[in-house]
């Protein structure tokens, strides 16, 4: 085993830090040491910015946001389209479409997809939250916005059975060529839906 070269507090740091995604073992002592350097200006503020999210960090009941209130900012924002929802997986991805900035909607967190291989069922995701905005009215359009993915498809199936009937349109995110794509470079899946979901110009 090899020798300690440092004390419990800064090793406990290092093993947290490798659990954050995007760090390893190898970052998180790297990340680590940085952090002691600049402790004051870096470890000190980041343990008060940690200290007050952990304290003030809230889901939003309605669409299942992360914010530190409740409902949170964009369900509040009555300068969005709240009677557009567009469904997402996770929080990350709200982050995403909203840097896009394409859309002034609402959102609709639903914290994974289905995967009966990893007991992952209706009910471990904020469908049914779902299902209930939708129901209350007001609602005119629910954007389907979950990975291209076999579980993302399935669950985009799941949410569009238990919506149908209901007085609403439900859409899906085109699948197709990216944008500064090549065609040579893509995939037969990715190919045959673009010509499927082609558009008149
Ligand atoms: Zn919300």
Avoid: F
């Avoid at 889901?59 to 964009?74: A, H, K, L, M, R």
């Avoid at 997986?89 to 959102?107: F, H, K, P, Q, T």
């Avoid at 007085?167 to 090549?182: M, Y």
Wanted: aromatic share 2%; with cysteine.
């Amino acid at each position: 085993m090899a020798k300690r070269v440092t004390g419990p507090e800064i090793e406990k740091l290092i093993q947290l830090l490798a659990k954050v995604p995007g760090l390893g073992p190898r970052s998180a002592r790297r990340a680590a040491l940085h952090l002691i350097k600049k402790k004051d200006q870096l470890l000190g503020p980041l343990g008060h910015a940690m200290g007050e999210a952990y304290d003030k960090v809230k889901i939003c009941s309605c669409c299942g946001n992360v914010d530190t209130i409740d409902p949170c900012t964009v369900c509040t924002d009555d300068r969005r389209d709240q009677s557009m929802i567009i469904v997402v997986e996770d929080v990350s991805d709200l982050w995403a479409l909203e840097r896009a900035g394409a859309m002034n909607a609402a959102y609709h967190v639903l914290g994974g997809t289905l995967s009966p291989l990893d007991g992952v069922g209706p009910d471990d995701l904020n469908i049914k939250g779902l299902i209930e905005r939708v129901a209350k009215g007001g609602v005119r359009e629910v954007i389907i916005a979950v990975n291209a993915t076999v579980e993302g498809q399935t669950t985009a199936h799941y949410i569009t059975d238990h919506l149908v009937g209901m007085d609403v349109k439900i859409t899906r995110l085109a699948h197709g060529v990216p944008v500064g794509g090549e065609l040579d470079y893509l995939d037969e899946g990715t190919l045959s839906a673009a010509l499927r979901a082609r558009t008149v110009i």
